[in-house]
């Protein structure tokens, strides 16, 4: 999930720089970093859609003209996963092309060639636009959380969920990484006016593990952290 500039300074704001062009994808990212910028990069389409799913960058930089997957693809695609700000940076110029990127979800388009600075302000006003912007929502490799429509998708097949199963997923992918206690899983999910047993979590996660593991007996994705509680690592 794409993190805020109320969460984070300006400076430390990640991007994606996808760019098939090695020579101008180095020179774009040089730039960017001299003005705080945390740059990731890759001339892949492939590879941008996967790196878009885990290093979670709050602004993606997407050419159309990739190997592997093209930038409308690519963008089509996370579309339905996130709502991470995209601004499409292209050589095609006719308003056909820019009708249909924005049509497949892109925030703004950028035409080559182009002044830097002009890109680079555009990336702050969309950051800007965007900020403190709530997740719809969620996705973390072949799962899929849709936080309105309250519906889960493993591998593109919805995942029959109770609501606390739900709400309780939706709370460890929200926190991927960090370790959540029983009892702080019991306050987000049941609600401090609900006291249940701590019991009632571990239940909850066995029936989780279920449903979204492979191997619900060896979990990967749903990592317990004996005495403290668990972490969700993707």
Same mark, same amino acid.
């Given at each position: 999930? !794409?993190?805020?500039?109320?969460?984070?300074?300006?400076?430390?704001?990640?991007?994606?720089? #996808?760019?098939?062009?090695?020579?101008? @994808?180095?020179?774009?990212?040089? *730039?960017? @970093? @001299?003005? &705080?910028?945390?740059?990731?990069?890759? &001339?892949? /389409?492939?590879? %941008?859609?996967?790196? %878009?799913?885990?290093? *979670?960058?709050?602004?993606?930089?997407?050419?159309?003209?990739?190997? +592997?997957?093209?930038?409308?693809? #690519?963008?089509?695609?996370?579309?339905?996963?996130?709502?991470?700000?995209?601004?499409?940076?292209? !050589?095609?110029? &006719?308003?056909?092309?820019?009708?249909?990127?924005?049509?497949? /979800?892109?925030?703004?388009? #950028? #035409?080559?060639?182009?002044?830097?600075?002009?890109?680079?302000?555009?990336?702050?006003?969309?950051?800007?636009?965007? @900020?403190?912007?709530?997740?719809?929502?969620? %996705?973390?490799?072949?799962?899929?959380?849709?936080?309105?429509?309250?519906?889960?998708?493993? /591998?593109? *097949?919805?995942?029959?969920?109770?609501?606390?199963?739900?709400?309780?997923?939706?709370?460890?992918? *929200?926190?991927?990484?960090?370790?959540?206690?029983?009892?702080?899983?019991?306050?987000?999910?049941?609600?401090?006016?609900?006291?249940?047993?701590?019991?009632?979590?571990?239940?909850?996660?066995?029936?989780?593990?279920?449903?979204?593991?492979?191997?619900?007996?060896?979990?990967?994705?749903?990592? +317990?952290?004996?005495?403290?509680?668990?972490?969700?690592? /993707?």
């Amino acid at each position: 999930m !794409a993190r805020t500039l109320m969460e984070w300074g300006e400076g430390e704001m990640r991007l994606l720089l #996808v760019e098939d062009d090695p020579s101008l @994808r180095e020179t774009l990212a040089d *730039q960017l @970093r @001299r003005e &705080g910028f945390e740059v990731i990069t890759t &001339g892949d /389409g492939g590879e %941008a859609l996967e790196l %878009a799913r885990t290093a *979670q960058p709050d602004l993606i930089i997407l050419d159309l003209m990739l190997p +592997t997957l093209d930038g409308l693809s #690519v963008c089509r695609i996370l579309r339905k996963e996130s709502d991470v700000p995209i601004l499409m940076l292209t !050589a095609r110029s &006719g308003p056909v092309d820019r009708i249909v990127g924005l049509e497949v /979800g892109a925030d703004d388009y #950028v #035409v080559k060639p182009f002044h830097v600075g002009e890109l680079i302000a555009r990336i702050r006003a969309l950051l800007r636009r965007t @900020r403190g912007r709530p997740a719809t929502m969620l %996705a973390a490799g072949d799962l899929t959380l849709d936080l309105l429509a309250r519906k889960a998708y493993k /591998g593109g *097949q919805e995942l029959r969920l109770t609501l606390k199963e739900f709400d309780l997923l939706a709370t460890l992918v *929200q926190n991927r990484g960090r370790v959540l206690s029983r009892a702080f899983l019991l306050e987000r999910v049941w609600g401090v006016e609900h006291p249940v047993d701590t019991r009632t979590v571990d239940t909850h996660i066995r029936w989780l593990r279920e449903k979204i593991e492979e191997d619900p007996a060896h979990p990967r994705r749903i990592v +317990t952290v004996r005495g403290i509680g668990y972490r969700f690592e /993707g």
